[in-house]
């Protein structure tokens, strides 16, 4: 089992940045895709991010390519979100999610997850 708790969420202005922090325990993140999901009111779970089951390759959604960057630090067995020039568009929960036996070309499947944080809101609005 696989715990995840997110932190780092709050109210921004539009084109400001925020950092998002999502702490894994129970299991290593080693072996383990990674991604950060988004949902707004009315909307459906979106990607966001991703690293693969190695760690080698990340992958991120088209509406935030060259604005959000994630990362991780093993040793503290926590991945991040960077999030720069902030829309209100951005405007949502987000999630981080990961799953051991997921391949790459569902990295973007939330369906695929089985592991999901309780989400942090993240507003941006002026």
């Known amino acids: 089992q696989v715990q995840l708790v997110e932190s780092g969420g709050g109210l921004v202005q539009p084109g400001g940045s925020l950092r998002i922090s999502c702490e894994a325990s129970?299991?290593?993140?080693?072996?383990?895709?990674t991604g950060w999901f988004r949902q707004a009111p009315g909307k459906e779970r979106e990607f966001v991010a991703g690293?693969?089951?190695?760690?080698?390759?990340?992958y991120y959604g088209d509406s935030v390519k060259g604005r959000f960057t994630i990362s991780r630090d093993v040793g503290q067995n926590t991945v991040y979100l960077q999030m720069n020039n902030l829309r209100p568009e951005d405007t949502a929960v987000y999630y981080c999610a990961a799953g051991s036996g997921i391949i790459t070309s569902s990295i973007m499947n939330y369906q695929q997850y089985p592991y999901w944080g309780q989400g942090t809101q993240v507003t941006v609005s002026s």
């Open positions: 690293y693969s089951r190695s760690g080698g390759y990340t």
């Open positions: 129970g299991r290593t993140l080693r072996g383990y895709a």
